[in-house]
């Protein structure tokens, strides 16, 4: 089934905070992300699983920022093409199929998911702190309503 499918049929649930796992990896948030599509790509395809696995139904390339302006910042600009490129890449071989920093926990965060699917949405994503975790216990709320 494709998205739009979905879309009519289900609340569509997104992935959540690539950052937030990737600096939980041990990246440092003074670099940009997005090289570690080409300095760490098994990494990263592998955080996509995750989300992918937990239930989301779209998860997110890795190419917030993938701009020659904010890669100016950096040096690396003319890397545009090559890192956007293999950001989708990485989402694609993360998702075959297509430490977190809330006050909340899963479950917490999910009954609030139900409340707001109930409330008439038709997709929800995930934002900075939601982990694969959330994600799953998002995902098995959303199923059950």
Do not use: W
């Amino acid at each position: 089934m494709d998205l739009l499918e979905k879309v009519k049929k289900k609340t569509i649930l997104f992935d959540g905070a690539l950052g937030t796992m990737l600096m939980d990896s041990g990246h440092a948030s003074t670099r940009s992300p997005i090289l570690l599509n080409l300095e760490q790509p098994a990494e990263v395809a592998g955080i996509h699983k995750q989300y992918f696995d937990a239930g989301s139904d779209v998860v997110v390339t890795n190419t917030f920022g993938g701009n020659p302006l904010k890669l100016a910042a950096f040096g690396i600009e003319q890397r545009v093409e090559p890192l956007n490129r293999e950001g989708v890449r990485l989402v694609r071989a993360g998702c075959p199929d297509g430490k977190t920093y809330y006050a909340q926990t899963p479950a917490e965060f999910a009954a609030d998911a139900g409340k707001i699917k109930n409330a008439g949405a038709d997709m929800i994503g995930g934002s900075c702190g939601t982990t694969p975790e959330f994600i799953r216990e998002v995902a098995t709320v959303l199923d059950e309503k």
